[in-house]
């Protein structure tokens, strides 16, 4: 992805959906990502849903059959969607709830139906969806559901799934980061993967493995899951 024509910088909307907003296990991840990006000479936005207002879809296609292009709902959707239109990459991110988005997420992207959002179905839409997540379960696996759901999605609103930066036992990155323990490789990576996006338009597989890498063995973590639960 190379500078725009005349200079402009890339327009970046990224929205966290966890409930713990920058102090989340999400957010070690999705911060960095984004400072690669704003390095690299992006327009970076970044929303959180714990600041948003935004109704469920009642799935009565008004926005499709009687004010096409328009929603019943007057919340936060109304100013969003213009700013998520003119987008150029859009950042999904959010912790993995029973196997997918986090509720106020999947509201807003049951809220992004094409007929509301103009540029779904248009065969010229270049924006690219990065998907940003974080589980405390150690296996990888536990992230399909949500790929699946969200590379359909990008399929069918005609837009690109640039990747996933998928962060599995995420919960010990924070506090092996607060002792010094060799694991900023994997911040490191979250912010080289948005300055390759931004330059390159892609990111490499090296640097999305080097995200997920395991942090520790599996049943150490689970070890510690269980010292914790008893400590509650």
């Known amino acids: 992805m190379t500078q725009k024509t005349g200079g402009s910088l890339y327009n970046v909307i990224a929205i966290n ?29 970044l929303y959180y849903t714990e600041d948003l207002t935004i109704n469920s879809c009642k799935g009565d296609l008004s926005c499709y059959i009687l004010t096409p292009g328009r929603c019943i709902h007057d919340d936060d959707m109304t100013w ?9 990459v859009l950042v999904m991110a ?24 103009p ?23 536990m992230f399909d559901p949500l790929l699946v759901q969200m590379t359909a999605w990008c399929r069918h609103a005609n837009m690109t799934f640039a990747g996933a930066l998928l962060r599995p036992h995420g919960p010990v990155l924070k506090e092996m ?36 890498r395991p942090l520790l063995p599996k049943d150490r973590y689970m070890q510690m899951l269980a010292q914790a639960g008893l400590q509650k």
Request: hydrophobic share 35%; glycine share 10%; net charge negative.
């Open 17 to 45: 959906g966890s409930p713990n907003r920058d102090r989340g296990n999400t957010a070690q991840i999705l911060n960095p990502f984004l400072e690669g990006m704003r390095e690299a000479g992006a327009d970076v936005n």
């Open 80 to 88: 969003l969607l213009p700013r998520i239109n003119e987008a150029d």
């Open 94 to 117: 959010s912790p993995v709830y029973t196997y997918g988005l986090t509720g106020p997420l999947k509201i807003l992207l049951d809220r992004m139906f094409p007929p509301v959002l």
């Open 119 to 141: 540029s779904i179905g248009d065969r010229t839409c270049t924006r690219r969806v990065v998907l940003v997540s974080n589980c405390g379960q150690w296996d990888m696996d």
């Open 177 to 212: 980061i607060g002792r010094g323990l060799p694991v900023t490789d994997v911040p490191e990576a979250a912010k080289e993967a948005g300055r390759q996006l931004i330059k390159e338009g892609a990111i490499s597989r090296e640097v999305l493995d080097t995200i997920s």
